[in-house]
């Protein structure tokens, strides 16, 4: 079950991972830059999950992670 990434309106940190749901969740309106810079580091340090060559964020299974919306776009550039 890969990891999925998805915006709410109000939380208390910029991404916070659900080990429940296999969610992270991201504050919505947050810099794409501080953004991946956060979702990284939970990745990488918190769960465990490879990193890549590239920068990109990956799942355990080193599927890439996707953030919603336009964000993609933009760390994918
Ligand atoms: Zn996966």
Known sequence: ????????DVQSEIAVW???EVVI??????HPHLLITE??????????APTTATGALACF????VTIP?????????
């Open 25 to 30: 969740t991201v504050q919505r309106g947050t």
């Open 61 to 64: 299974c080193g599927e890439p």
């Open 18 to 20: 659900d080990p429940d």
């Open 39 to 48: 979702l990284r580091a939970l990745l990488a340090i918190d769960l465990g």
């Open 1 to 8: 079950m890969c990891i999925h990434v998805i915006e709410v």
């Open 69 to 77: 919306g336009e964000r993609a776009a933009v760390w994918a550039a």
